[in-house]
């Protein structure tokens, strides 16, 4: 459905985005995961038709029906609905009226576009407001709506970044559940975020960017294969740690401090963790907390560069 | 190009600029309010001129320099204060009168010597307001005058007539359909202009805002082309100019009688005209600006720059020479001078063309700058 293929973008002879090739499929969300200055927001822009890449392209829709997003431009962007990280909505506009706005942006008029309006505040559970103006609306609601009006023409394609941000829990569920509703239709969903929890709980494949370029691409099981540890074990310890010397020790994966944190990964729980505590006892760091939990994808992201996820 | 979008774009720049009615009423109250206080400073025809203060000290106390004394005092030009000569002097220095004029001792011998022997010239010491000083010339203008009627008087005999001014003058104000002038109609034009100006400059804040906000992107990821976009700035841009400009010459002809004298068909295409430039000046602004704090600070100075040198505040016959020829750069000038040509003026359409195709000449030559100018790419990340 959406599909970048060796796309490359530089800014004064930097390379910001560097032989990028994705595809995201109908009916599944794909996420876009990668630190700040991975490249996510020009790949995006790419993507949306926002900036023009200097070589590569970018392809909307399948079969007979698949544009070339530089060359038939009018056409791709019908077929994609962006929501901005920032709250793109005009405050003092009511929301049907933002809506409405949207909509005739993409051709829609008359009934199919207040149809349209009217499915779009429904399915994000802001029919009963829709003619309060958002600077009356909670943080979670302005998201919503925000996500509502790059819905209102009905895309094919639904490129989302990071539009969680600053939302509470309970909203953020319901933006989920709008999402995954979507997915179930068949549209393509490609979703930036720098939150793993939320990557996690909603796409169905991850593509890690880092320095511009495409680190790894896969389903979350197959990231987690990926991993030389599927349990993680968090401690909270007095004094500096030699994680060198601990990186040695069987069955104790890629060991990390920050600051009194240790975090490291462990192939069998069982036996690392009393193992660990006694190899931390003989050196004399006192422990004051422990935990233990299952891999995710800031262990796939530190697995794969030797780097954490920066926020 | 799809009207229905370009459409909606322009109806909800209108509908969030005349909505938010706070800033309306200011956009209209502004003007009207600093436009009255212009007009009424700078007089209209319908009242009486004001009187020119002036200290007189007569140290002569001869029958001659008593008779011009009187006369002086029943000139309607001036509204003269007798005292002594420090007295004069000091109202003078403190700004209270214009000039202070001393009559010296021995002035009405002194003069008849000079006038009838050739002898030498009494000197009347006059001392001037620095900050006032085009009003020596005409103290000096009409004491001349007094002066060589009272001789006429004092001295008598056949021929003393002579020395009285031999002509008069018929005064008649060159404005339209024989009204009087309304000084109203300059000033509403002048600040009509300066707080249209001003509205030009949210259109390009607005649109750096947008950009800001995310706002602009989510526009140009529409299948939208960049005429329609820019193109529908420009045209909510004129339409708000243009109604504004209809308010405020509503309040103008309702409040304070200022006429449309000249074409109404050249008034409304000046309007348009300047409507134009207004929002295209804000589309350059927004073109170049960078940030709407810094961008707003900058434009609102060369806006006020451009209102200044375009006779906005005062007439820019008053200029100098060369002043009144550079002027004729500013867009403003010809939009104040149309304005007044079509109003008190009373002129017709030909002296609206003029104005006409150097305002949107500048609209376009804004226009093209602007589109050159602006930055399509999104901020790099």
Redesign the interface.
Known sequence: MLAAERLCKS?GGRA?VADLSLAVAGGEIVGLLGPN?A????TV?ML????AADSGSVFVGDGADRRQLSVD???A??R?G?V???????E??GAA?NL???G??????GALLRERVAAALALVGLADRAADKPQQFSGGMKRRLNIA??LVHDPDILILDEPTVGVDPQSRNAIFDNLESLRDRGKALLYTTHYMEEAERLCDRVVIMDHGQVVVSDTLAGLYRRLPAVETIELEVDGVVDVAALAREPGIERPLQDGSQLRAGVADLGRAAPALLTWLAARGHAVHRISSGRAGLEDVFLSLTGRQLRD | MNLAAFRALVRKDLVLYFSNRRALVMSILAPIVIAAFFGAVFGSGSEKPSRIPIALADRDASALSRAIVASIAAEPAFEVKNVDTEAAFALARQGKVRAAVVLPPGFAEQTRKALLAGGAKAVVEVRYDPSQATALALVRGLLAQHVMKALGDTIGGPGAAAFGLPFTTDDVASTAADRPYNGYAHAFAGMGVQFILFMGIEVGVGVLLARRMGLWKRLRAAPLSRTLLLGSHIASGAITAVVLLAIIYAAAIAIFHVRIDGSAVGFVAIAIAFALLTSSFGLLIAAIGKTPEATRGLAIFATLVMVMLGGAWVPSFVFPQWLQTASLAVPTRWAVDGLDAMTWRGLGIDAAVGPVVVLLAFAALFTAIAIWRFDWEEPRG
Not at chain 1, 39 to 42: I, P
Not at chain 1, 48 to 51: P, Q, T
Not at chain 1, 104 to 109: R, S
Request: aromatic letters at 10%.
């Open positions: 800014y910001v200055g490249g996510k927001s020009t822009a949306c038709g926002l900036i431009a009018h056409d962007k019908r994609i962006v901005p990280q920032e709250l793109s909505i005009y003092n506009l009226a409405m706005l949207f005739a942006l993409y051709g829609l008029a009006a790059a």
